[in-house]
């Protein structure tokens, strides 16, 4: 029952993310910084309360290990962040993201000293191949639609150049903080909700530095078109009604994430988070009518069974119904 309820809030709460973080980025390109300090102020406060118990809890892990963690994670959120401002479009950001395997065999190999089979380095790849596609396609959107005159159009390309620079080192930060949470677990045990809470909770003093972004971003969104809340009636600017929304959505998506962590196994979380992934994508380009060739369509495809190939999904699979069987021979 858990891992059916779980399965539900990661489709539900992250789709419905993706659609209300595109509604804010299409309205205000601009407005990452105070998506970001919502969603790290809504958690942080969260877990002060059910599981740090308002302070009273000390850390199984010490803090200034936390310290240097959350200077990566808060760093690799605002970068993501903010790489909607630079011409990046959503499913490119989607797709660009995926490609987190890349960054992690990388730094694994470099850092770790890993060594990986053959099937693995194909499956790489065909990901690198597949984002490589997207990234291409997606250039050659910029400079033919941003603008009429060649100058306009080649400044939009620089900013678009600017936001894949970004995304690639959110990409690398992102891989580096995996393998220092994977080292610090291993010597500390499993603390997922702990991680959580300090992990948003110790970055919020560095949004000071960008206060003056945020506030003039709220001055905006208390100037955006009233709408009345269904059900409940209340009325309040649009723009806020979609950051509320997003916020509760990646709650909703985080809490299903960490339930599918203690209830299943590795194998059926990269599934269904890979499944995710791809739904989102879909739900944008429908939803938003994003432009996507098929060109786009075939680096996407290349992307998601690269994943599922270095997942070695058909092999595991294979010998989850094969034990079943074995056990009823032994019977």
């Not at 790849?125 to 033919?144: D, E, N, P, R, Y």
């Not at 994977?182 to 919020?204: C, D, I, Q, W």
Request: charged share 10%; with cysteine.
């Amino acid at each position: 029952m858990r891992p059916a309820l779980a399965v539900g809030l990661v489709f539900a709460g992250c789709c419905s993310n993706v659609i209300f973080l595109e509604l804010l980025a299409r309205k205000h390109p601009g407005c990452g910084n105070i998506v970001t300090f919502a969603q790290f102020f809504f958690i942080a406060v969260e877990g002060f309360l059910f599981e740090a118990d308002l302070g009273r809890k000390p850390p199984a892990i010490p803090i200034r290990y936390y310290a240097i963690m959350v200077t990566m994670f808060f760093t690799v959120s605002v970068v993501n962040n903010y790489a909607l401002n630079l011409n990046i479009a959503m499913p490119l950001h989607m797709i660009f993201r995926s490609g987190s395997l890349i960054a992690n065999m990388i730094l694994g190999i470099i850092i770790l000293k890993k060594r990986y089979s053959i099937f693995k380095y194909t499956s790489i790849a065909l990901v690198s191949v597949g984002i490589f596609i997207c990234t291409f396609m997606s250039a050659k959107q910029v400079t033919s639609q941003s603008s009429l005159s060649e100058n306009d159009g080649f400044q939009a390309f620089v900013w678009w150049l600017l936001g894949i620079g970004a995304l690639t080192f959110a990409l690398l930060m992102s891989a580096r903080m995996g393998i220092f949470q994977e080292t610090l677990y291993k010597r500390f045990g499993k603390h997922s909700k702990e991680a959580l809470f300090y992990n948003h909770a110790l970055p919020l003093p560095g949004f000071v530095f960008l206060a003056s972004d945020i506030y003039d971003h709220a001055i905006l969104f208390n100037k955006s078109e009233l709408y009345e809340v269904p059900v409940i009636g209340v009325t309040l600017p649009i723009m806020w009604f979609y950051l509320l929304m997003n916020i509760i959505t990646q709650y909703v998506c985080i809490r299903g994430v960490f339930i599918l962590t203690t209830e299943c196994a590795s194998l059926t979380v990269t599934l269904v988070v890979t499944l995710r992934k791809f739904v989102s994508l879909i739900f944008s380009i429908l939803y938003f009518r994003n432009p996507f060739t098929l060109w786009h369509w075939l680096g996407t495809s290349f992307v998601f069974i690269g994943t599922l190939m270095y997942t070695e999904v058909w092999n595991n699979l294979g010998t989850t119904k094969s034990e079943p069987q074995k056990d009823n021979k032994q019977n």
